[in-house]
């Protein structure tokens, strides 16, 4: 059984084989700061000696007043500057970047409020906690583009707001009010938070979710409450409800909660079988909102399996070298030193056997960097020739809402005056994984495919990415087409070993850092194509306007057409979204779904459509795909209006 003593409180404090002791007096302290080499300063000194001589006040507290004004100034450059940069980057999201990731919520979403119109959707399948939150936007309109900077703008607030839990996060981490503040912008700031600002994906509630579980652990550890094991259990269920993949986080917690019992048997007990009823709850949810959207049902539980069943060993730690390495190279070294400070954590706590705070963001972040690394066990993807290809080996989406966590842990370290060792053991750890990156991973990746959000932590670098494709094996050199592997690597190094001075310096360092976040997202921040089937969307305007009719005719997708790659999946996805409010039905013939209507989204070579009579309606086709109309009124009348096509 747990002592009274340990359930009621326990401090949360990093390992102090990662700090540099010091004291401070109550003001430093309620100030939140000290001199800005770190050290005690001249209040402290100032404060030994006024208990003596009773001189001293004024200076005392006009100092830690000062340094309290500037952390203040600090904190509100920060959320000013991650609301900046999500508005700059969201100036280009007008329309989906991807008809999966984007238009599968938004489409859920529709389905929520109410319409039954909303047709199947191809792919693998999306759980629905995103989608929720988007589906009151459906409720005032059904033009597309309006639903879609809605979704935009709420997920950009979201976003922001993340710096709430994160500074409170902050608080229990040792930091004053205006330090976590300032902290958690920072981390907010990183491209791997600023970059999903101009796509509607799940991205920002699933940082938002982690960022209170993450504070419901600190909470609960400190004092363990019915409400604050209340806060941890709903923050997980609530992230495992917007991604299948922060099932990592529910079986951490879940591990975690078993070795909480030495805090509180109850307590523990009563929230391990609640994040187990909740994994159930959410999965028959998920399940059974995808068999009403998916055409083919969800097939990620299968993908994964093969991943696990399949992998090579050697593989899978090519692509936990390349995926890691991102990490740390698109925070500017933080992930690396924060990393570090962690593992040290979970030693100290291993010792006692109280596994505490180190050993959940320990067991965290190695079950999604490895849920991420077997998920892109994909043999297309690492060695074919799939569009994932770039991706695959360094995709960073999967860890960036645990790598904004470990960020923060990094930045507390660094407030406190982090050893020296500590940073070095980092950097070389850096260099060697860098090193091992340089030769084994870099030589065989395909760095000509396209970037985006799922590559986030490295598009800063685009800009040595080449234009085409070069013969591979190519190991990197300063100066070939491969370079951008090393140049990424000596900045990211050098980036660390500058921590060696700027741990004297906190609020320096905090301000460096908000610079170096800001440039990178900026020079990461991509001219996404939003590749709208427009001329198909023409061609339907062409057909509305000589039907006379006041609105949208319905038009039917067919699936029975012979298409190329995955032009069938997006121009269904596009259709069902992009055409709202336009019923949009599927046919396919051949299986016994039979055309409905007189307009047809069919394959441009007509392979299906010509031998019904039908003909093509002016405008072009969009992916592969082009409107026909079947023989009828309509066709008799877009005839004589000259909008059929030869």
């Known amino acids: 059984m747990s002592s009274p003593a340990a359930a009621r409180s326990a401090e949360i404090t990093l390992p102090p084989t990662a700090l540099r002791r010091s004291r401070e007096t109550g003001a430093e302290r309620a100030a939140g700061t000290k001199a800005e080499d770190g050290t005690e300063g001249r209040a402290g000194a100032e404060a030994r000696t006024t208990a003596a001589t009773g001189t001293g006040a004024d200076v005392r507290s006009g100092s830690a007043a000062g340094a309290s004004r500037l952390w203040w100034a600090l904190a509100g450059a920060a959320v000013v500057l991650c609301i ?102 920072l981390a907010m700031c990183m491209p791997g938070r600023i970059e999903p600002a101009d796509y509607a994906m799940s991205e920002p ?40 993949r ?34 159930w709850i959410v999965d028959r949810i998920a399940s059974a909102i995808n068999h009403r959207m998916l055409l083919t049902g969800s097939s990620k539980t299968d993908l994964a399996m093969q991943a696990i069943l399949h992998a090579q060993p050697e593989a899978l730690a090519k692509l936990l070298a390349g995926q890691s390495w991102a990490q740390v190279v698109g925070t500017a070294g933080l992930f690396a030193l924060g990393f570090v400070v962690i593992v040290v954590w979970t030693l100290r706590e291993l010792r006692t056997v109280r596994l505490g705070p180190g050993a959940f963001l320990f067991g965290l972040t190695l079950s999604t960097v490895g849920m991420s690394v077997v998920w892109w066990y994909q043999p297309e993807a690492l060695w074919g020739k799939s569009f ?12 960036d809402q645990v790598a904004a966590l470990v960020v923060m842990v990094a930045a507390a370290a660094l ?44 598009n800063s670098w685009q800009g040595m990415f080449p234009e085409y494709p070069f013969h591979r094996p190519l190991t990197p050199t300063l100066d070939n087409a491969n370079r ?60 509305d306007a000589a039907s006379g009719d006041t609105g949208p005719l319905p038009v039917d997708v067919d699936l029975s057409c012979a298409s190329s790659g995955l032009n069938r999946a997006e121009i269904l996805n596009w259709s069902g979204f992009w055409f709202s ?66």
């Not at 060696?500 to 301000?511: K, N």
């Not at 460096?512 to 990461?524: K, R, W």
Request: charged share 10%; net charge positive; with cysteine.
């Open 84 to 185: 900046v940069l999500h508005v700059v980057v969201a100036q280009s999201a007008v329309a989906p970047r991807t008809p999966w990731d984007e238009i599968h919520p938004l489409q859920i979403a529709r389905m929520l409020s109410g319409d039954h119109d909303v047709p199947k959707l191809s792919g693998s399948g999306y759980y629905p906690g995103w989608a929720i939150l988007m589906t009151p936007i459906w409720w005032f309109t059904h033009d597309p583009a309006t639903v879609y900077r809605a979704a935009i703008i709420l997920g950009n607030v979201i976003g922001v707001a993340t710096i709430l839990p994160l500074a409170l996060a902050g608080r229990h981490l040792g930091m004053s009010t205006p330090q976590a503040i300032a902290v958690a912008g």
């Open 205 to 244: 509630l699933l940082m938002f979710c982690y960022a209170w579980a993450a504070l419901g652990m600190l909470v609960l550890w400190k004092r363990p409450t019915w409400w604050r094991l209340a806060l941890f259990v709903g923050a997980i269920a609530a992230a495992y409800l917007t991604h299948t």
């Open 246 to 279: 922060a099932l990592a986080l529910v079986l951490t917690a879940v591990v975690w909660l078993l070795f909480f019992t030495r805090r509180s048997v109850a307590k523990a007990l009563v929230g391990v079988l609640a994040l187990v009823a909740s994994w």
């Open 388 to 399: 994932h290809g770039l991706e695959a080996w360094l995709y960073s989406r999967y860890i």
């Open 415 to 458: 407030l406190r005056r982090v050893s020296a060792p500590m940073i070095g053991i980092a950097l070389v750890v850096f260099v060697l994984g860098a090193a091992a990156v340089v030769l084994k991973v870099a030589p065989h990746v395909p760095m000509w495919y396209g970037l985006g959000t799922n590559t986030a932590a490295v």
């Open 484 to 543: 951008f592997w090393i140049w990424a690597s000596l900045a990211t190094a050098i980036a660390l070993a500058a921590l060696f001075v700027l741990r004297r310096f906190p609020r320096t360092a905090v301000a460096l850092l908000l610079v170096g976040a800001a440039a990178m997202s900026l020079n990461a921040n991509q001219d996404q194509q939003r590749r709208v089937p427009a001329k198909v969307g023409a061609s339907l305007e062409r057909a």
């Open 581 to 646: 409010p336009r019923t949009v039905s599927i046919a396919d013939p051949p299986k016994g779904l039979p055309f409905t209507t007189e307009l047809v989204i069919s394959c441009k070579n007509g392979s299906t459509m010509k031998d019904l009579g039908a003909r093509p309606v002016t405008g072009g086709s969009s992916y592969g795909y082009r409107l026909w109309v079947l023989p009828g009124s309509l066709q008799d009348q877009l005839a004589r209006e000259g909008a059929l096509a030869t």
